[in-house]
């Protein structure tokens, strides 16, 4: 079973900060069966960019048959992924602890 790749952005996910989170992800994507855990406790706002950036790394994995979860997401990084009605699309957990389980029960492509 492949490792869980934990990935903590920092700040604003903003036209630059979604640049740098989007080069730590975009290769783990091209591997087939990664899965992939967006711990955004740290992150502090997330612009049109970085929605951009999680929904594209979310289905490269998915195409590749990997999978991405984001968890502890703050009140106001949850506001913002609500309004843009991605927080049915996005896989979310309340802590890091569900998104591993979660990550745990996905089958990799070496099962």
């Known amino acids: 079973m492949s490792e869980i790749q934990i990935i903590?952005?920092?700040?604003?996910?903003?036209?630059?900060g979604a640049r740098s989170v989007w080069t730590d992800l975009e290769p783990m994507t091209r591997q087939?069966?990664?899965?992939?855990?967006?711990?955004?406790?740290?992150?502090?706002?997330?612009?049109s960019d970085g929605l951009r950036?999680?929904?594209r790394a979310s289905k490269a994995?998915?195409?590749n048959e990997g999978k991405l979860v984001l968890c502890c997401l703050t009140p106001r990084l949850s506001e913002i992924i609500s309004m843009a009605g991605l927080d049915h699309?996005?896989?979310i957990y309340p802590t890091r602890s569900a998104a591993q389980r979660a990550l745990e029960a996905h089958p990799t492509a070496r099962d």
Do not use: C, F, N, W
Not at 32 to 47: E, F, I, N, Q
């Open 8 to 16: 903590r952005p920092e700040g604003r996910l903003d036209a630059l």
């Open 89 to 91: 699309i996005l896989e």
């Open 32 to 47: 087939p069966g990664t899965r992939m855990l967006l711990d955004m406790s740290a992150a502090k706002y997330v612009s």
């Open 61 to 63: 994995a998915k195409q």
């Open 53 to 55: 950036v999680l929904m």
